[in-house]
């Protein structure tokens, strides 16, 4: 058995391709650094795996991005440290978006940053404070770019420094600091943008508004399928389906205090990640019900779910796995124990 120094765990993840996701890990043990994994079984039948350690950063988001010919892997770190790389000639560079983070001597104090997502032809991530920030591209190589704030009159002030004490001087410091949380982005187009967490914003023609919701619960991730059709999920089981111009309706059925946390169309149904497990979301019915897999155990949990090349990938902290349209098929980490 290994130390548990070095087990895992799967902190962000998204696809390659249908068999070939690309994680963030962070090392149980040991705060502050984080793992760059890649698995292609397909690729690297005898060795799938592949990784590296990446020192004093914290990932929170990974994607990949479509651009001039070139899929570019993106890793962000909560401080707002991005990775892009990829193509034929290895292209490789890292940024850091200026206004960005908490722990850096030059932080603006907006806070953390918390998504990393392709949208459209353009790449984007959002944190606290409403910060939205969006790559431009430079000339003539593509990450001679740079990071340029897009939220405009949206993001807030940065976060003052703190009084002493705790009394009401403190309190009302605390008011006028209630640092508004984005912690995720899509859109169908990059004139068609939803930036979601606290509240939910949109973006079209040049401009940012708020959108009211018919709940006031969290929303912790976007779905987007098209301009039309928008799925928001959140705390306390929140499934909103709808868009930006026709209003989102409520289609939340749990009753509990289930913490849906992603959501995935694949082959016509509803996937949808949660504290406390895969369900899937029945048109027919109207109900949100669980979602066997037949894997012994059941998925232990799940917190990402991405569909890619006919092939649905839930990717929990510690359980992995996928589904074909036919069968889940469980993989193991080689650093962690076998779930069983």
């Known amino acids: 058995m290994k130390s548990k120094d070095l087990f895992r765990s799967y902190q962000a993840g998204c696809l390659i391709e249908g068999v070939m996701p690309l994680f963030g890990e962070s090392l149980d043990e040991f705060e502050g650094n ?20 990446v020192e004093d950063w914290v990932i929170v988001s990974v994607c990949t991005w479509m651009t001039h010919g070139i899929i570019f892997r993106c890793i962000l770190d909560s401080e707002g440290k991005v990775n892009i790389y990829g193509g034929p000639q290895k292209l490789d560079k890292l940024f850091q978006i200026s206004d ?16 990393i997502r392709a949208i459209g032809n353009a790449l984007y991530v959002c944190g606290q404070s409403r910060q939205v920030y969006r790559f431009e591209p430079g000339t003539p190589e593509v990450l001679d770019g740079n990071w340029l ?6 993001r807030q002030a940065p976060i003052s420094d703190p009084p002493e004490g705790d009394g009401e001087e403190f309190d009302r410091w605390l008011d006028a600091n209630d640092a508004i949380d984005f912690v995720d982005i899509d859109g169908s187009s ?3 943008i939803y930036a979601v967490g606290d509240e939910c914003w949109h973006y079209h023609n040049g401009r940012w508004r708020q959108l009211q919701l018919p709940t006031d619960e969290f929303i912790n991730a976007i779905k987007v399928i098209s301009a039309s059709e928008v799925f928001l999920v959140g705390h306390n089981g929140t499934l909103l389906y709808g868009n930006a111009r026709a209003g989102f309706t409520d289609l939340s059925s749990i009753d509990d205090n289930q913490n849906l946390t992603s959501a995935e169309v694949f082959e016509g149904k509803l996937y949808l990640a949660s504290n406390l497990g895969l369900f ?13 897999t037949s894997l012994q155990p059941e998925l232990q949990d799940t917190h990402i779910l991405e569909a890619k090349d006919g092939t649905l990938w839930s990717f929990g902290f510690k359980d992995l796995a ?4 036919h069968v889940w098929t469980r993989v193991d980490h080689p650093d962690n124990p076998p779930i069983r």
């Open 190 to 192: 990059e004139n068609d």
């Open 100 to 115: 960005a983070g908490v722990m850096r001597e030059d932080a603006l104090g907006l806070g953390y940053v918390n998504r």
């Open 149 to 154: 704030d897009f939220a405009g009159p949206m």
């Open 280 to 292: 899937v979301y029945d048109p027919q019915i109207k109900k949100i019900e669980p979602c066997p």
């Open 34 to 53: 984080s793992v760059i994994t890649t698995y292609a079984p397909n690729l690297r039948p005898t060795d799938p795996w592949r990784k590296q350690l």
């Open 322 to 325: 996928y589904f074909d349209g």
